[in-house]
């Protein structure tokens, strides 16, 4: 065989060797570096070859032995560890690591405001994703063809049995609905969930999202209840204790308002945030209407309350500098793991 294909065929053998036992890291050890072995052989050999071809293999040779030897060194120190321990597992060895996982933005931020509102007395309602006519529009006060409808571009699931039509809730507020409709007052809920809207998908606004719904019924409850429930809320979360009440207008509550946070206009960024006003809107708002208690089988004589629904990813694209909402809902896990780990 040319020296060549000596060589060729070394690396072959290279290649395809294996150790499973300590035998067979001596026997790798006597065939390839031995006094006997594979490369005395060849490195013999090569003196007599043309200086041409002692250009083209010395180096190459040299790597080979290498290779050799560290495949060798690590073997044995593989396979003598493995003794120590009665040939099973070295329990000296350093273990592997395992990524811990991470949770995610929209959870880092429901679940802080689910605490602020546990502190006070406020308990997790749930509701369905796919729900009916009844409990995402026509108990909140929204009849059927009525404008306010148009407020929230919906998806609408169209029964092929021609039985009646489902819709993605557009918001949490359905909660508020099946809530009251379950329980007795006094009630003090909020609600974390995915709400769908037909709406075009941007770096801003994206077809689901998430909100809280918040209500709190029962006797005598005012609206200075909810605005010192919201500046608590604001105080808590934000790190601000200034809010306004802006008038506004939802078909579920009356008065309805808009709650803005002062946040401040002192870099660059609160200028960005507030568009210049130094003022953050967080949520709606509003007294329930009597008409939503009376459609959900509360007295509205005996019991009044208030309530509030907020959007998450704005708060968490604010808090995690995440610029762009689609981001959220990738689950790029390198975009995933920057946020607080889960253990
Ligand atoms: N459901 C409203 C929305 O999605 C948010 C909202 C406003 C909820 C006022 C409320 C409220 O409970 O009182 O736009």
Not at 130 to 138: L, T
Request: aromatic share 12%; with cysteine; net charge negative.
């Amino acid at each position: 065989m040319s020296f060549s294909g000596r060589v060729e065929h070394l690396i072959q053998e290279l290649n395809e060797a294996k150790a499973s036992t300590k035998e067979d890291v001596e026997r790798f050890r006597i065939k390839f570096l031995g006094s006997k072995g594979v490369f005395k052989d060849l490195f013999s050999e090569f003196k007599q070859v043309s200086s041409d071809e002692k250009r083209q293999f010395g180096k190459q040779l040299n790597e080979l032995k290498a290779r050799a030897e560290g495949q060798f060194s690590s073997w044995s120190k593989e396979f003598s560890e493995g003794l120590v321990a009665n040939e099973a597992h070295d329990l000296t060895r350093p273990g592997m690591t395992v990524a811990p996982g991470a949770h995610h933005p929209i959870s880092i931020i429901k679940d802080e405001i689910i605490d602020i509102f546990h502190a006070i007395g406020f308990s997790v309602a749930e509701g369905p994703e796919i729900e009916d006519d009844w409990h995402n529009f026509s108990a909140l006060n929204f009849p059927p063809e009525h404008p306010a409808r148009d407020m929230q571009d919906t998806f609408f699931i169209k029964d092929p049995n021609g039985g009646q039509d489902y819709v993605l809730r557009t918001h949490t507020s359905s909660v508020q609905v099946r809530t009251m409709e379950n329980e007795k007052p006094p009630i003090r809920i909020i609600a974390p969930g995915r709400v769908f809207r037909n709406e075009a998908v941007s770096a801003r606004s994206h077809c689901i999202f998430h909100q809280i719904e918040g209500l709190y019924i029962d006797k005598g409850v005012t609206f200075a209840d909810m605005k010192q429930t919201l500046e608590y809320f604001a105080k808590a979360f934000f790190g601000k204790s200034k809010i306004r009440l802006r008038p506004s207008y939802f078909p579920f509550t009356e008065p309805s308002a808009e709650m803005d946070v002062y946040w401040g206009l002192e870099n660059e960024l609160d200028h960005r945030i507030t568009k210049g006003t130094g003022w953050l809107e967080v949520m709606g708002c509003g007294m329930v209407d009597p008409a939503v208690l009376a459609s959900c089988g509360i007295d509205p004589e005996v019991y009044s309350g208030f309530a509030f629904g907020m959007g998450l990813e704005r708060s968490a694209m604010q808090r995690f500098q995440i610029p762009d909402i689609r981001m959220i809902f990738e689950n790029d896990v390198r975009f995933l793991s920057q946020f607080q780990s889960a253990i």
